[in-house]
Each structure stands twice: as C-alpha cells, then as structure tokens.
C-alpha cells in the first residue's frame, strides 16, 4: 500500500508542475519531419507519380549535368572540324594521280576469253553483247554503224558470236550479268574489245 500512495503522491506532484511549451524551431522541424514523410509516401503510391518524379529526376539531372558540359563538347566538335578541315585543304587526293593503278577484287569487267574463227567483216559496226553468268551471249544489239546490216553480214556476226567465250563480270567474287562493246571494222583481221 505504501507503494500505492507513494506513487499517487509523484503523480499528484507532476500534475502540478506548469506545462512547457515546445519551441518554434522545434515545431517547424516537426512539420517538415512530416512533410517529408508525406511527400515519401505519396511518390510510390501510384505508377502516375512515379513517372511524374522520374521525369523531375531527369530534368534536374539535365540541369545540372548537360548544361556544363555542353560548351566543351560543342568547342571540341568545333575544334575537330576546324582541324579536319585544314588536313583535307591541304592534302587533296585526286582520282587520276596514280598511272599504275590496280583495279581492286571487288568489281572485275567482262573479257573476251576465245575469240571463235570469224570472216573478216564486210561493214563497219560496233556490237553491245550481252552476257550471262556464265559467260556466255545472252542478247547482242548493233549500237554505231549500219543498223540495218544486211542479213549475211548479221549472220556472220551472229556465228562469231556464238563461237566466242567470255569471261563474265564479277563482283565480290560472284558472276553477274554484263555488257561488253565489240567493234567490228571492215578489212580488220581482228575484233577489238571495249569493257
């Protein structure tokens, strides 16, 4: 019992004391603990908000990253063009510089391989002739001379055409279909080939 009143006593004694006011400073931390918690739960509390504080991420990122670092890189892409461009005034590179030059793998021309024993031809012509993979006539058309070639002379030249193999055009190491010039000039004991 004596327990009991002992404590009813301190109660009694603390009721008595004047209440302390909290501090403004104390007060105002209080209401931005809970705005903040506020704010925290109100983010993740749907998919709306979140894309909302993402973009709000971004945007301060943005602000505070792109904006420094846009003057350096727009002067050393200046910089690089400048440098660029002086090297290429200076050092041009013509197409026609080097006589010796080799074609490369990538595209070759057709080529008369075997020229068939032909009759020397009795008119002036020049020939486009057609040829396949294979390398062989597809389709020939008379492109400068007498268009209307009188039908032994066609013959005769149909019949070399016949005769005759060829290389093919390549390219990247694969046959393809191509053209090639032949011309045909009355007396010539031979034809001369144009790629």
């Known amino acids: 019992m004596q327990n009991q009143s002992a404590h ?7 009721k008595a004391l004047p209440r302390r006011r909290a501090t403004h400073e104390l007060s ?5 603990s809970a705005s903040k918690e506020a704010a925290r739960r109100q983010k993740w509390a749907s998919a709306p908000a979140l894309l ?12 505070n990253m792109a904006r420094p670092l846009a003057l350096p890189c727009a002067g050393g892409i200046v910089s690089a063009v400048v440098v660029f461009a002086m090297f290429v005034h200076i050092h041009p590179v013509r197409a026609n510089s080097l006589a010796d030059d080799r074609p490369t793998a990538l595209y070759t021309e057709p080529a008369a391989k075997t020229l068939a024993p032909f ?3 009795t008119a002036d012509a020049e ?3 057609s040829i396949d993979e294979q390398g062989r006539v597809a389709d020939y058309r008379v492109v400068e001379g007498n268009l209307e070639m009188n039908l032994e002379v066609r013959r005769s030249v149909e019949r070399t055409l016949l005769f005759t193999e060829f290389v093919p055009a390549t390219s990247f190491g694969q046959a393809i279909p191509s053209k090639l010039r032949l011309s045909l000039r009355r007396g010539a004991s031979a034809i001369t080939v144009k790629g």
């Not at 009813?8 to 603390?14: G, K, P, S, T």
């Not at 909302?52 to 602000?63: A, D, G, I």
């Open 28 to 32: 105002l931390d209080l209401h931005i």
């Open 127 to 129: 020939i486009e002739v």
């Open 119 to 121: 009759e020397p031809p």
């Open 52 to 63: 909302v504080r993402m973009n709000n991420t971004f945007q301060l990122w943005k602000t």
């Open 8 to 14: 009813q006593e301190v109660r009694a004694l603390l």
